[in-house]
Structures are given as structure tokens and as C-alpha cells.
């Protein structure tokens, strides 16, 4: 799988530049990304999706996200605790905030575990 260079471009210098402590890594076929360190969100076949829990799941249900699913070696689909944002959500600066820091809260959540 090829990453998408341009993609990880755009939403790193445009959609969260603004955005203090966000720094992305390459990772398999995408990128990491991260707040202060904490892998909150990840970059993926063209698509950035955030880190889910409890707390957030229903903002994704509501929005009709689905969930990242990728497929192991043995062929059997894993899934992730990361959906997909919406095209909405990315193009408002407000909500985007919103949705960073609830997975932001998740992420910080799971570290502690």
C-alpha cells in the first residue's frame, strides 16, 4: 500500500497546523499522530481517523463514521479504536477542536492504563 504523501501534507499544514503539540510519525502504511507525545489519530489509505473510546464513540455513530479495519497477514480483518472524521467536522475549525481533544482525553485515558 502506498501512503499518500499529499494527503499527510494537507492535514498536517493545513488542517492541524494551528494546532499546538501535533507531530506525525510514518508507521506502516500511514502515519501516527500525535499531541504532546500521545498517539491520538492516525493517517491512513487516504484517511485520517481519531482515537475512540466510550466517551466519543456516539459523536462518530452520529455522523455516520465507520470504523479503521485493516486486514492481517492471515487474512482475518482487525479492527482499531479509530473512525474515520468527517468531511464536515474537518471543515470546521470549532468542531475540529472539539473532536482533538475528546481523542486527545482518550488517548491520555489509555496511557494511564
Given at each position: ?8 501534507a ?13 507531530t ?41 463514521s ?48
Open positions: 500500500m502506498k501512503k499518500d504523501e499529499g494527503f499527510h494537507y492535514i498536517m499544514n493545513e488542517v492541524l497546523q494551528d494546532f499546538e503539540g501535533i506525525s510519525r510514518a508507521m506502516f502504511g500511514g502515519w501516527g499522530i500525535y499531541k504532546n507525545g500521545l498517539f491520538f489519530a492516525l493517517i491512513a489509505d487516504g484517511q485520517l481517523y481519531f482515537k475512540v473510546d466510550e466517551s466519543n464513540k456516539r459523536d462518530f455513530e452520529k455522523k455516520n465507520t470504523q479503521f479495519v485493516y486486514q492481517m497477514k492471515n487474512g482475518k480483518e482487525q479492527k482499531m479504536n479509530y473512525w474515520e472524521i468527517p468531511v464536515d467536522v474537518l471543515e470546521d475549525s470549532t468542531e475540529l477542536n472539539n473532536w482533538v481533544e475528546k481523542s486527545f482525553e482518550v488517548a491520555k485515558r489509555g496511557k494511564k492504563k
